[in-house]
């Protein structure tokens, strides 16, 4: 789970899908030519719809009506419009926020609203005509951000305001907007010679393609992957949930007998399909060749994103020199709260810190494998960790993840995660289907309200893998952000809108969602992500929600959030049984709670190695250099996998967060807000968990300082009005059961 600027909309990420499906992710030269520019697409404005839905004035978007053939008339209207929004206000600017910073809060929402809705429909409900429409208006997109970005009066004007006698009367937010834009705006180059600036503007444009294909080449990927299988005896191991989603995947592709119970059955690279093969199907060659699969993926053929990778490295290394900077890691750091050095030290303290763990994990699967005469006992590859992880987890706690799906059903999780949010924050979720139009029938919209029934928030969830359109992973998106500029009344701001999405165990048969644990954890994490974008007090739109918040604090609110998964009461109220309303049992739920340092050691590490490359390749690689960006990945596995990487390992070529996403050299944010959040948590603790009194104090706390704020103070000043003090990593070694470190956040 992660934060995401997508361009201009905001899109929160879980985890790369390769880790979510583990444990939730090069174009040819043709494809660079522009097809549209901003003056061309400009050149026939009888084209632009009149009812396009994109552009009408909506509360709430049409997504039953958008289709791919509204994009390019809207963007043409759309940017016409913006065009002549910001000559206007580059004539008319003053250093004021009447003058300056609302009319640029409008402009830059305008488009953030309409390209987020395509942004989502592309991650939601992908088809050929949707990506050719996006491929064509992207470019145009593209030159007026730039040109927005490099305006000169808007910059000159920001910069006299922080200039001005007036600097120390403005309130922190306020401040924190000033200084962001002005840091912003050279970063988008405002401050480049012309010729400077347009080579600059060329590498923006040519990143921008490559990211979106990079993206389709992994959904492409991945849904050519396709395992048909005849024999039962080839998937024994497998659960019952497993086996019905392989039957009903064999359905979908012709197989018109196909059942659960006797086949034919189709494997997939999806999330619920892989992570079901990767810890339960007994046969170890199918296992091998699911793993090699999945670890190939857009690594070869029309899909392969190897070319793609290496010349986005060149181009943000020719983007940070331009800017003056030295790599672009320098550059990623400007909006953070961590330093190259600091993020790397954390990054060493946490491996040394999980190492031996890490060495004993792989000691123990040796140990069981022999004791089960495991052919494999004395070579243990990638593809039988999390099978004889699994078989561990079961012996060590008498666990089995299968059995316990039926006591985390969706409707249950979803009302326990809800009276939760009640109980520390005051609010009251509600369902509020047919308000809003949806993108699938799956997706379920609720109303958050305050504790005086009035509404606050809104937001959609869409739970259920759809391999077919639906891109891997989970993440939170934002449709509306907050903001006193955008209200319809002139007195109360607009509210915010949010979009969950997640891609789980979808509803088999007459029975719904039943999930396993991790992906009870991957809804409650994606909901404190919502609650960070929708309890936002803030009235300064682009400091409001997650907006403004230095990149590696994002992840505090959704991991706190996880922690309550932990919780005994919590985890007591979502975990009944679908049928019958049985509570799990209090010896399981015991188990399950000391289940959670389980292998902490090896998942510490593989999270580790995802932050270690990427800072590697943001820092030391050499485009054509002597070492491939797979020499990389191989030096930094030998540093924090237990066992080799295989040769062939080609995650980077899935490696969304930091190649389609806004993680580049910023990976690392994970674990600096690990160490944030699981310090928040441990006031909770501290005050006592079962001391529900005290556990609302801290509840409104929190959510008045953590969640209010938004970017309108930085996180560190914010986290010590919370905790009362500096952050310290002791409540993450102690959570995880790793031995201590010194680093801190």
């Not at 953030?112 to 429909?121: A, P, Q, R």
């Not at 849904?223 to 005896?233: A, C, G, R, S, V």
Request: proline letters at 5%; a negative charge; charged letters at 25%.
């Amino acid at each position: 789970m992660c934060l995401k600027l997508a361009a201009v909309s905001q899109n929160i990420n879980r985890f790369p899908e390769s880790q979510t499906c583990e444990e939730s992710d090069c174009l040819k030269a043709s494809r660079f030519q522009l097809p549209l520019t901003a003056s061309n697409l400009f050149s026939d404005e009888s084209m632009a719809a009149e009812h396009n839905p994109l552009l009408e004035d909506f509360v709430f978007p049409p997504f039953d009506v958008i289709e791919p053939k509204h994009i390019r008339p809207a963007f043409r209207s759309l940017l016409a419009k913006l065009e002549s929004d910001l000559v206007e206000l580059e004539t008319t600017v003053e250093p004021t926020w009447p003058k300056l910073v609302e009319p640029l809060e409008k402009i830059i929402d305008r488009l953030s609203v309409v390209w987020g809705i395509v942004n989502h429909l592309n991650s939601v409900k992908d088809s050929p005509e949707l990506r050719s429409a996006i491929e064509e208006v992207q470019p145009a997109k593209v030159e007026f951000q730039l040109r927005l970005g490099q305006s000169k009066p808007i910059y000159n004007a920001f910069r006299a305001i922080r200039e001005s006698s007036d600097w120390e009367a403005l309130n922190d937010a306020r401040k924190r907007i000033v200084e962001a834009q002005i840091k912003e705006a050279v970063l988008n180059g405002v401050s480049l010679e012309d010729n400077k600036r347009e080579y600059f503007n060329e590498i923006q444009q040519e990143l921008e393609k490559l990211s979106q294909k990079f993206e389709e080449n992994i959904l492409d990927s991945t849904k050519q992957f396709e395992k048909l299988i005849t024999d039962k005896k080839d998937i024994e191991g497998l659960p019952a949930t497993a086996l019905a989603m392989a039957a009903e995947m064999a359905l979908s592709k012709g197989h018109k007998d196909a059942t659960a119970e006797n086949g034919p059955w189709v494997l997939t690279l999806d999330a619920p399909s892989y992570r079901s093969v990767m810890q339960h199907a007994r046969n170890r060659s199918l296992r091998e060749e699911v793993y090699r699969s999945y670890v190939a993926r857009a690594s070869s053929g029309d899909h392969n994103n190897t070319p793609i990778i290496a010349r986005i490295l060149k181009l943000k290394l020719e983007k940070a020199k331009l800017l003056g900077y030295n790599n672009y890691a320098e550059v990623s750091m400007e909006m953070k709260m961590a330093t190259i050095n600091k993020a790397e030290e954390l990054i060493e303290d946490l491996r040394s810190a999980s190492w031996n763990a890490a060495i004993q994990d792989m000691e123990d699967l040796e140990n069981l494998a022999k004791a089960q005469d495991a052919i494999e006992a004395n070579d243990l590859n990638q593809w039988d960790i999390n099978f004889w992880g699994e078989r561990l987890r079961e012996l060590k706690y008498d666990i089995n993840e299968e059995e316990l799906r039926p006591f985390f059903s969706l409707p249950k999780v979803i009302n326990g995660l809800f009276n939760l949010a009640k109980m520390l924050f005051e609010i009251d979720v509600e369902p509020a289907d047919g308000l809003a139009p949806v993108w699938n029938n799956d997706v379920k919209f609720y109303c958050v309200k305050d504790s005086l029934g009035i509404p606050i928030a809104y937001f959609y969830f869409d739970p259920y893998a759809r391999p077919s359109e639906k891109r891997g992973g989970a993440w939170m998106d934002v449709v509306f952000g907050r903001g006193s500029t955008f209200s319809r009344d002139g007195a109360s701001p607009r509210l915010p809108i949010a979009h969950i999405v997640c891609n789980q165990t979808p509803p088999m048969g007459d029975k719904p969602s039943l999930m396993t644990f991790r992906e009870v954890e991957t809804v409650f994490h994606e909901f404190g992500h919502a609650l960070q974008h929708m309890l936002t007090k803030q009235d300064e739109s682009l400091v409001s929600g997650s907006r403004g918040i230095e990149w590696d604090a994002v992840e505090l609110a959704s991991q706190f959030m996880e922690n309550w998964c932990y919780q005994r009461d919590t985890l007591m109220s979502i975990a009944k049984h679908y049928e019958t309303g049985e509570s799990l049992p209090e010896e399981t739920c015991l188990k399950l709670l000391s289940a959670r340092t389980f292998r902490a050691g090896s998942l510490m590490l593989r999270q580790l190695r995802y932050a270690s490359v990427d800072l590697e390749l943001h820092t030391k690689y050499i485009p054509d250099g002597s070492e491939t960006i797979y020499d990389i990945d191989q030096r930094v596995g030998r540093r924090t996998n237990v066992i080799p990487l295989l040769p062939e390992d080609k995650f980077l070529c899935s490696f969304s967060h930091i190649f389609a996403d806004k993680y580049a050299a910023g990976y690392y944010s994970y674990q600096w807000a690990e160490v944030l959040s699981y310090d928040a948590f441990s006031a909770f603790e501290e005050a006592g968990l079962d001391n529900v009194k005290a556990v609302k104090e801290l509840g409104h706390k929190f959510r008045e300082t953590i969640l209010a704020v938004g970017g309108g103070k930085s996180p560190d000043q914010v986290f010590v009005e919370f905790r009362g003090r500096e952050p310290s990593p002791k409540a993450l070694l102690r959570y995880t059961g790793l031995s201590p470190v010194t680093a801190e956040a």
